[in-house]
């Protein structure tokens, strides 16, 4: 990705199928060792030695040797075993942990392929990953998914196979266009590099399309969020709503305004509103989440979830 790249975040995505104990490395690795894992590149375990003289208790520890010189006696071959000892309490920890993170470096490097980093990408494919992973984790984090009012199984399953699939496909499109010459050599190199854009926008838009679908998915969980919480404020106002009608009958005895403050009409509307936004995002699911990028096992029907006392 090239350095003008800004609006588009630093993410990493995983292939859904990684062991989960690889993919949760990934996720918690400093970024500045994804990108080209190297063992090499970090400092040898043995460093952590050199580093915990450097801490304080270390140096205090240091000083009794010539403590133990001063005071004579037995002193003066405890104080050397004191320090060392102190030393070693200090440096063991810091030589297992630069142990520890050059192996992890090289399990991260023995599955580089297995995920994808939004800076490996060129401009307007990191954009577009940026997007996916977005309009994803609003659908996992709505109301309607964690309430399982849509398909939260399907979801689950379905949205990190996406995201997967659309990923690897940037990622292919990014190497591709980053190996096409920056000045053909004629007119025939020119006319093959015209082919070859004309037949990878193609795939560009196919990809546009699939993040589309799944912005549409998210807007439609969004809606039923907002009727969902539309439905609960109601059914809340509704609770007081004999005390607010016997205050008008003694304010005043108008029918009409009773008849107004009657919720239950009101409340079978937003019902109604909630029913259909909840359809919108299954339907919009089905279009986000094919079956062939979810897998046969998510096909099944969500079981029905009663909310308000209403089988949805």
């Known amino acids: ?50 580093d915990a003289f450097g801490e304080p208790m270390a140096m205090t520890g240091t000083m009794l040797i010539p403590l133990g010189w001063l005071a004579g006696g037995v002193w003066v071959g405890v104080a050397p075993l004191a320090t060392v000892a102190v030393i070693g309490a200090i440096a063991v920890p810091k030589i297992r942990k630069r142990a520890q ?38 659908i996992m984090d709505s109301a309607v998914h964690l309430l399982d009012l849509v398909d939260s199984a399907r979801n689950a399953t379905g949205l990190p196979v996406e995201q997967w699939e659309i990923a690897v496909t940037l990622r292919s499109y ?11 050599a004629g007119n025939d190199a020119r006319e093959v590099l015209s082919a070859r854009r004309q037949a990878m926008a193609i795939s560009l838009t196919s990809i546009q399309q699939r993040v589309e679908a799944l912005e549409a998915y998210a807007a439609r969980t969004r809606e039923a969020d907002r009727r969902l919480r539309e439905l609960q404020q109601i059914e809340h106002l509704a609770q007081d709503n004999d005390a607010v009608l016997d205050l008008v009958a003694r304010t005043a005895r108008d029918e009409h305004a009773i008849a107004d ?34 897998g046969a096992d998510c096909d099944r029907q969500a079981p029905d979830v009663t909310v308000h006392g209403e089988v949805v």
């Open 1 to 50: 990705m090239s350095d003008g790249m800004q609006l588009a975040e630093a993410l990493v995505v995983v292939d859904p199928d990684l062991d989960a104990d690889l993919a949760r490395l990934i996720r918690t690795t400093a970024p500045e060792h994804l990108p080209s894992p190297a063992p090499e590149s970090l400092a040898a375990p043995w460093t952590g030695a050199m």
């Open 101 to 138: 993170q050059r192996t992890d470096v090289e399990r991260l490097g023995a599955v580089r392929q297995r995920y994808i980093l939004t800076s490996e990408l060129i401009d307007e494919a990191a954009q577009l990953l940026v997007r996916a992973v977005r309009a994803s984790e609003q």
């Open 174 to 184: 990014s190497r591709l266009s980053a190996n096409e010459p920056a000045h053909p």
């Open 261 to 294: 403050l009657q919720s239950r009409q009101g409340l079978q509307h937003v019902d109604e509103h909630l029913d259909t936004a909840l359809s919108a995002a299954r339907e919009a699911a089905v279009i986000a989440l094919p079956p062939s990028a979810v």
